[in-house]
């Protein structure tokens, strides 16, 4: 018997993408403006911010927790990716990798991270004591 397909995968691989998108665009404009990672890396990382949070509770995942829980727990997990992914990014750098393909690597590397989490942690559906403002 096939096994169902988990849609929600896709959802996150599609969401991400566009996410990511915005992201490297934003990144690398700033980057070029300012010329200082943390700086660059924050801007993107908080205008791709929204949108990501948006899509990942309406469409990928299908929340249904209060937005003040399951937005707190996001923006927890925002701030440990955003310091992750810049140490990626610095570490790449310092072995000559060019900042764009460096923000492509660290990415990589944090995805499987940041979905589980999205999934088990923030956007779990059913939470007990859940009384989140929707």
């Not at 096994?3 to 896709?10: A, L, R, S, T």
């Not at 992201?23 to 980057?31: G, H, I, M, Q, R």
């Not at 300012?34 to 949070?53: D, G, H, M, Q, R």
């Not at 927790?65 to 992914?85: E, K, M, P």
Request: charged share 10%.
């Amino acid at each position: 018997m096939l096994k169902k397909i988990d849609w929600k995968i896709f959802r996150w691989f599609i969401v991400g993408c566009i996410t990511f998108f915005i992201d490297y665009v934003t990144f690398l404009s700033f980057y070029a403006l300012i010329s200082s990672i943390a700086i660059a890396n924050l801007v993107s990382s908080t205008i791709s911010c929204a949108f990501n949070y948006l899509c990942h509770y309406r469409y990928t995942f299908k929340s249904d927790t209060g937005h003040f829980f399951s937005y707190t727990r996001y923006i927890v997990t925002v701030i440990f990716i955003y310091f992750l992914n810049t140490m990626l990014i610095k570490i790449f750098i310092v072995f000559t990798v060019s900042p764009a393909l460096s923000k492509i690597f660290a990415a990589a590397f944090q995805a499987p991270i940041s979905y589980f989490i999205l999934n088990f942690l923030v956007f779990r559906k059913n939470l007990k004591n859940d009384t989140g403002f929707n």
